[in-house]
């Protein structure tokens, strides 16, 4: 389904990095290594890239891989990018400074509780989540995302996800944004950022 949806010319959600990550810059330590997942076709990685950070990205479609790397190589940067299924994603323990998960949900709540569990376990103590997506309220906007519910992530979702690390913001709200076709309009967003004990 993703190499269909990537296979278009351009880029589905353009080549500037998600505002999330523009207006939390200040997290974007430079020199940190930090795992984007399901990075698509590079926005988000390249940008950190760009910030002085060691990126490691990983993404199922190889065509996306091909855009993200094309993306890099023209803003002359280097990403360490990967083709892989997330779900055989080897979350290995303590490996990253950083995990960043932006729009990540194409998958239902027992995966993701999966996925969650990896993001937490290869950080490493005193590493920093950073995840951004969208509220169930997003499917009656439909200006992108899945349109399944169950996908969506609650402030109860998230803050029960990381309850054992330590909360620096957790916060749904409306915004416009316009990241390329995917992406585009009022939209209802949710942002988290935590820091893993030790």
Same mark, same amino acid.
Request: aromatic residues 10%.
């Given at each position: ?28 330590? =430079? #020199?940190? $290594? ?5 990075? &698509? ?5 390249? !940008?950190?890239? +760009? %910030? ?64 969650? =569990? #990896?993001? $937490? ?5 005193? &590493? ?5 997506? !969208?509220?169930? +309220? %997003? ?60």
């Amino acid at each position: 389904m993703w190499n269909e949806r990537y296979s278009k010319a351009g880029y589905l959600f353009g080549t500037e990095p998600a505002l999330f990550l523009r207006k939390h810059k200040a997290y974007l330590t =430079a #020199g940190a $290594k930090v795992l984007a997942v399901a990075d &698509g076709e590079g926005r988000n990685s390249t !940008y950190m890239a +760009e %910030q002085g950070l060691d990126v490691v990205a990983m993404d199922g479609s190889y065509i996306a891989i091909e855009k993200a790397r094309a993306l890099a190589m023209s803003r002359k940067v280097t990403v360490d990018f990967h083709e892989a299924d997330i779900a055989a994603w080897d979350w290995t323990e303590n490996q990253f400074d950083m995990v960043v998960a932006i729009f990540i949900q194409f998958v239902g709540p027992a995966q993701r509780n999966d996925i969650f =569990a #990896g993001i $937490k376990r290869t950080l490493k103590p005193g &590493g920093l989540v950073m995840v951004h997506g !969208y509220t169930p +309220e %997003q499917v009656e906007l439909g200006t992108g995302g899945p349109r399944n519910v169950e996908n969506m992530y609650t402030d109860e979702t998230l803050s029960q996800a990381f309850a054992d690390f330590g909360l620096l913001e957790l916060r749904s709200y409306h915004q416009e944004i316009d990241e390329g076709e995917g992406h585009s309009g009022q939209s209802a967003l949710i942002d988290l950022i935590a820091r893993k004990p030790g």
